[in-house]
Structure formats: structure tokens, C-alpha cells
């Protein structure tokens, strides 16, 4: 552990992770249900370290998804720099919650960023139609429970 507490190796790896279960390729049938790794993965170091992991982090691993995804460069990382931001705003009352409750939180803070994110392909033709886009939402949330209980017990070790 470092004097900030937290050891940045874990950080790193678990991004890197996070990194390549985004951008590794699935059938369409299941891409559709990815679940929002790398802003999961925001989510907890922001609530588990908010005094290190922050809007400017988030903001640069989501810039970094851009370029990996070949996407609009900027998308990610505003969607991430808002998702690290209401963790922040939000943090001493999700560290109360039940785990499904915040699992319901992780539904809701990224449903939001996949909200902005649709509103921008809108903006710029390539919008998808009906509330399909919000899948990735619904499956982060399934996984919060598996993967904060997880990275609890890892960081334990």
C-alpha cells in the first residue's frame, strides 16, 4: 500500500482488464449485452478511492478507450468524467448501501453516461433506435455485485 492508501498496481491491472474485455470481439448477440467495463470499473476505484481516482483519471483511461475503439475521440471520456463525477458527489451514501442497492446506482450512473452517449450519436446521424442502447446498463449491474465482492477479496490478499 502507498501512503494514499491504495496500491496502484491494482489500478492498473484491473483498467487494463477493463481495457480488453471492451474492445475483445463477441458475436453480435452478445456484444449487444457488453457490459460497461471500463466505467464499472471507474465506478469502484472512484468509490473506493476517491481521494487518488477522480474525474481527471477517468477522463484520460476514457480517451484512451477512444482511440482503442476507433471512436469519436472525447465520448468515452466525458462519459467516464461523469460517471467518476456522480460517484464523487454520490460516494458517502453508496458506501452505505446494500451491494444490490448499488448495484441499482451503477445501473442508473451509467444508464445516464449510455443517455449522453446516444444523444451524441444522435447528433451526429449514427443514433440507435428504441432503448436497446441501454442493455450495457442492465448488465453492468448484474455484474457489480460478482465483480465488487471480487475485487474486495483480491485487494484483501
Given at each position: 500500500m502507498t501512503a494514499l492508501g491504495m496500491?496502484?498496481?491494482w489500478l492498473f491491472v484491473t483498467c487494463f482488464c477493463a481495457f480488453v474485455f471492451s474492445v475483445i470481439e463477441l458475436p453480435l448477440w452478445l456484444a449487444v449485452w457488453r457490459p460497461e467495463w471500463l466505467a464499472i470499473t471507474v465506478f469502484y476505484w472512484t468509490l473506493r478511492s476517491p481521494a487518488s481516482?477522480?474525474?481527471i483519471f477517468a477522463?484520460?483511461?476514457g480517451i484512451l478507450l477512444d482511440v482503442l475503439e476507433g471512436k469519436l475521440l472525447g465520448v468515452n471520456?466525458?462519459?467516464l468524467a461523469m460517471?467518476?463525477?456522480l460517484?464523487?458527489?454520490l460516494q458517502q451514501r453508496l458506501r452505505l448501501?446494500?451491494?444490490f442497492q448499488q448495484s441499482?446506482?451503477?445501473f442508473m450512473v451509467i444508464g445516464v453516461g449510455l443517455m449522453i452517449e446516444q444523444l451524441l450519436r444522435s447528433v451526429t446521424g449514427h443514433s440507435v433506435a428504441g432503448f436497446g442502447y441501454l442493455l450495457p446498463a442492465v448488465s453492468s449491474a448484474i455484474c457489480w455485485p460478482v465483480l465488487s465482492v471480487f475485487m474486495e477479496k483480491l485487494l484483501r490478499k
Open positions: 496500491d496502484w498496481r481516482v477522480g474525474v477522463w484520460w483511461v471520456g466525458l462519459i460517471t467518476a463525477y460517484v464523487l458527489i448501501f446494500p451491494i441499482f446506482m451503477v
